[in-house]
T-cell receptor, first 108, second 113 residues
Framework: QKEVEQNSGPLSVPEGAIASLNCTYSDRGSQSFFWYRQYSGKSPELIMSIYSNGDKEDGRFTAQLNKASQYVSLLIRDSQPSDSATYLC????????FGKGTRLHILP | DADVTQTPRNRITKTGKRIMLECSQTKGHDRMYWYRQDPGLGLRLIYYSFDVKDINKGEISDGYSVSRQAQAKFSLSLESAIPNQTALYFCATMGSGSGNTIYFGEGSWLTVV
């Protein structure tokens, strides 16, 4: 059974600080990785995708991938109250496997 | 209009009743999925389909069935609903290319009383 592991949180971060979210996956052959944000009762929305080792930046978000360590992370710079949500890490093979999500709370 | 549409968005049904959740998509994707979400348990895959003639069980298929009526339509049925099937259900689609990701419908809240 392929697995994606995340710390459930909640992770509390002061407004304006950097939030760091982490994820590990079990299938060494995985090639495609995604971060989704989900507000309570709403559908997940894609924030970032990453396919190669290293960093990928998009605005305030940076995804980091280390395939040797089977580790994916998401950094959110200048955290805002609107970033308070659950963040889902996902790994694709013929379907997409999701972690259980990390709840992030930005403290005003 | 949403690319992935689920109906109904909310439904309360009684134990033992049959209920169908419908999903249609305009993205032209061949792959469609049904997920269930419960607090603390994340998104769990119920069934998925790669085309009209291809149906696959996910990790929690017991008590559910699906029908892929057309490339754009994928319905989920609870033949005899039970209270622990109360959850938020998501339909999703994905293109077959390796760089494609998954797109979700808005979700269907189902309560079984």
């Amino acid at each position: 059974q392929k697995e994606v592991e995340q710390n459930s949180g909640p992770l509390s971060v002061p407004e304006g600080a950097i939030a760091s979210l982490n994820c590990t996956y079990s299938d060494r052959g995985s090639q495609s990785f995604f971060w989704y944000r989900q507000y309570s009762g709403k559908s997940p929305e894609l924030i970032m995708s990453i396919y190669s080792n290293g960093d990928k930046e998009d605005g305030r978000f940076t995804a980091q991938l280390n395939k040797a360590s089977q580790y994916v992370s998401l950094l959110i710079r200048d955290s805002q109250p609107s970033d308070s949500a659950t963040y889902l890490c996902a790994v694709r093979d013929d379907k997409i496997i999701f972690g259980k999500g990390t709840r992030l709370h930005i403290l005003p | 209009d949403a690319d992935v549409t689920q109906t109904p968005r909310n439904r309360i049904t009684k134990t033992g009743k049959r209920i169908m959740l419908e999903c249609s998509q305009t993205k032209g994707h061949d792959r469609m999925y049904w997920y269930r979400q419960d607090p603390g348990l994340g998104l769990r895959l119920i069934y998925y389909s790669f085309d009209v003639k291809d149906i696959n069980k996910g990790e929690i298929s017991d008590g559910y069935s699906v029908s892929r009526q057309a490339q754009a339509k994928f319905s989920l049925s609870l033949e005899s609903a039970i209270p622990n099937q109360t959850a938020l259900y998501f339909c999703a689609t994905m293109g077959s290319g390796s760089g494609n990701t998954i797109y979700f419908g808005e979700g269907s809240w189902l309560t079984v009383v």
